[in-house]
């Protein structure tokens, strides 16, 4: 094994010794890690974040939609929901990422435990009902 990689392995073990960290925030660390590593040990310089190119992302997008996260799949990192403003920082629409990234135009950005979570206290509400009035027949 790498070198470099080695020592990115245990920056992130204690880093998630430290704080709770998904599988995508360990492998993304690693590999941003280990490059730079081996750019400072190579070259003798410092890449500033921001500034490298974003490695190629291969990441299914049907796995991207999780039961508690959402990766992004223009950089890698993982939220609950997929907000117009983070999508902006890379220059796209919600509409334009779900194009790009071959999802129905309907597919809701957004983790599935959350959205069921919200669907259910929407139902409970029942918002569509007026106050006041009972039900008429169907």
Known sequence: MDEYIKQALEIVKA?????????EEMMSMVTKIATSLRGVAETGTIVEPGTETPPELHIDPKKAIKEKSVT????????????????????????????????KKGTPLIAKSLSKARRRKMQEMQLWTKKGMKPGPV
């Open 72 to 103: 992004c799949l223009e950089c890698g990192k993982t939220f609950k929901v997929l907000t117009k403003k983070h999508l902006a920082t890379h220059g796209l629409t919600p509409d334009e990422y779900r194009e790009k990234y071959g999802y």
């Open 15 to 23: 880093q998630a010794g430290v704080r709770p960290m998904t599988e």
